[in-house]
Structure formats: C-alpha cells, structure tokens
C-alpha cells in the first residue's frame, strides 16, 4: 500500500512567483492536514479538509495562501506571490474517517523561495 | 488553546546510554498524545501513542506512559543506537481526528 505522496519534494521559486504543492492521501483516507515545519522549529498546523470541504483552517495565514480537496485528485496547496518567509517544509497527512486518530505523514516538499 | 512543552534540545548520548525526553502538555478535556520522529530529510513516522490516562505506547523499544496528574508525556528508552539518532516530536490531539498541536522538537544525537 503506498503512503501519503507529496511532489514535488524540493520547489524552488522567486519572490513573487505561484507554488502548488500537491498531497496524494493514503488509499481510502479522506481526511487531509497541511502543516509548516520552519527552519528548527516544529510543525504548526496550517489546515484540516475532507473531500470538497475546508474543516478547520485556523492555521492559514489570511491572504496569498488557499487549500483545496477535490472529489477527485490530490490535495493542493497553493501560495500565491511567495515571499522569503514563505521558505520551508509543508507536510501532508491523512487519516482514515473518523474512529482512527492516527495521522500519517508524506516526505514533505521542501520550498525555497529566492 | 492546547499547547506541548519539550525539552530542549539537542540531546547527544553514547549508545547504550538511557534516554529520556521530557513532554508536558496542557490541554482542555482528555487528549490522544503521540510521539513522533523525524530521520533527516524525511517525513514524520508515528513512533507511539497514548489515547487514555495510564496507557503505555511501546515501539521499538521507546516507551511513553500517559500520565494525566502531572500532564507529561515522557519518551524513554532502555539503551540507544546509533540509528535512533533523530528528531522527535510530541504531540497531541483533541476532540479525536484533528489537528496535531506538536512541540518544538528534540534532535538526538547518538554517539558509537
């Protein structure tokens, strides 16, 4: 069974630029969280979907970020005119519907923005 | 709002040595807590959880015992590796399939 995937692993842009990150869940899982991991510093939760709906984004800076969870494809994560504090790792997870709390973490994609 | 403290790190040890990297948590209600860890360059991996009062997570060797009169979390093990050289994650969940409120981290160091 493959795990949670994430591409690209490593994304480099310039100051201004878009970046899409994509997360592909666990098979079966329909629950989905983005997190930011700074520079040695911890995660922080960023947004919790399901399937075509946004639970709880209470980590999402208010503008230039956006989340979705299409009934069908990946889940994306999308920055808008990225900036230099934009630079660091967004981790996907996903866990099965409700009765399991067990998130399972993708590799990561790595953002550098220049 | 839910919070986890961790010691500080980084942490380096002779292998074979004990570990233990202190979690404390504050929290409303009763909260799933779990460790986590972080090989470099990669993803978190589940090391173990707790989801009541008094459970024990075990994997590996690393042990966790849940302990809510003094709100902690203490990861433990017997005798390191060199392999378990790594960061290491609490964290909790509340209300069950939500978010994950981490703390900052613990890198261990393991020395032959």
Known sequence: NAGVMQNPRHLVRRRGQEARLRCSPVKGHSHVYWYRQLPEEGLKFMVYLQKENIIDESGMPKERFSAEFPKEGPSILRIQQVVRGDSAAYFCASSPPAGEETQYFGPGTRLLVL | ?112
């Not at chain 2, 460790?35 to 590996?60: F, H, I, R």
């Not at chain 2, 005798?79 to 069950?96: E, H, P």
């Open chain 2, 1 to 112: 709002g839910d919070s986890v403290t961790q010691m500080e790190g980084p942490v380096t040890l002779s292998e074979e040595a004990f570990l233990t990297i202190n979690c404390t948590y504050t929290a409303t209600g009763y909260p799933s807590l779990f460790w986590y860890v972080q090989y470099p360059g990669e993803g978190l991996q589940l090391l173990l959880k707790a989801t009541k009062a008094d459970d024990k997570g075990s994997n590996k060797g690393f042990e966790a015992t849940y302990r809510k009169e003094t709100t902690s979390f203490h990861l433990e093990k017997g005798s390191v590796q060199v392999s378990d050289s790594a960061v290491y994650f609490c964290a909790l969940s509340n209300f069950g399939n939500e978010k994950l409120t981490f703390g900052t981290g613990t890198r261990l160091t393991i020395i032959p």
